[in-house]
């Protein structure tokens, strides 16, 4: 009987350490999963980090070569050539480039990706498109009239390797030649969106906002803003495959 109450209490034991090794298990990979999550987030935020930082310093050269933007040969009528022309002439010589697609949107030089809500995005041939030297992959459209003259970039941070999503490896920037209703733009490359205030830019009541339900094209502003850190309410899970 007493090692009947032996194996019992043995028995009970060995279950209380189980349960203790299995809780403490999953705590483990909870932790793993949480470290390994803010660490792909610093290593996403440093990388937008150094290309605004690159595409600031290459534009800034390129006033130093060049001139004032404003004085920059750049057409006033939108057309398919204009941001290779643009390219070409300001940009390219202040930068190290791997691959120089132009308009090609080949399957090595197609931009197709997701928004962050969910739906598909696909970059027609007036972009144009090259890889730079640390492998990020990026797309330029020139949008031009007698008012303004701006440069919209679309920069996947990890050369279109997986996830292709705005917000988590595909962020957006502009750079303003000319712009008579905002001259203080002019000769600057800001992330796109960052005229908003943080409230702004995280509230669902502009499309390129960065939030789950909006595009998240405005997300590279919000990490501008917090310091060049993905913070709490920033949509990181949510733009693992975009969403619906």
Request: net charge positive.
């Amino acid at each position: 009987m007493q090692k009947k109450k032996l194996n019992i209490k043995i028995g009970a034991a060995l279950m209380e350490t189980m349960l203790v090794l299995s809780i403490i298990g999953i705590v483990f990979i909870l932790c793993i999963g949480v470290f390994f999550a803010d660490l792909k987030k610093n290593q996403t935020a440093v990388k937008i980090k150094s290309v605004y930082s690159l595409l600031t310093q290459a534009f800034n050269a390129s006033i130093a070569k060049n001139g004032s933007p404003y004085d920059w040969d750049v057409s006033d009528n939108f057309s398919e050539t204009v941001s290779n022309d643009v390219f070409e002439s300001y940009l390219k010589p202040q930068l190290i480039i791997l691959k120089d697609c132009k308009n090609s949107t080949s399957e090595k030089c197609d931009f197709s990706f997701k928004e962050l809500n969910g739906d598909e995005k696909s970059l027609n041939s007036t972009w144009t498109r090259f890889y730079l030297n640390n492998g990020m992959f990026i797309a330029m459209q020139a949008m031009v009239n007698p008012m303004y003259k701006v440069l919209y970039f679309y920069v996947d941070t990890n050369g279109k390797k997986h996830l292709n999503v705005v917000a988590r490896d595909i962020f957006m920037f502009e750079y303003w030649i000319q712009n008579d209703e905002n001259p203080s733009y002019v000769g600057r490359f800001f992330p796109y969106g960052h005229e908003y205030s943080r409230k702004e830019l995280i509230s669902d009541n502009n499309e390129n906002n960065c939030n789950s339900t909006k595009n998240g094209n405005y997300c590279s502003s919000l990490i501008f803003q917090d310091d060049w850190k993905i913070k709490l309410e920033y949509p990181w899970a949510k733009a693992r495959y975009g969403v619906k």
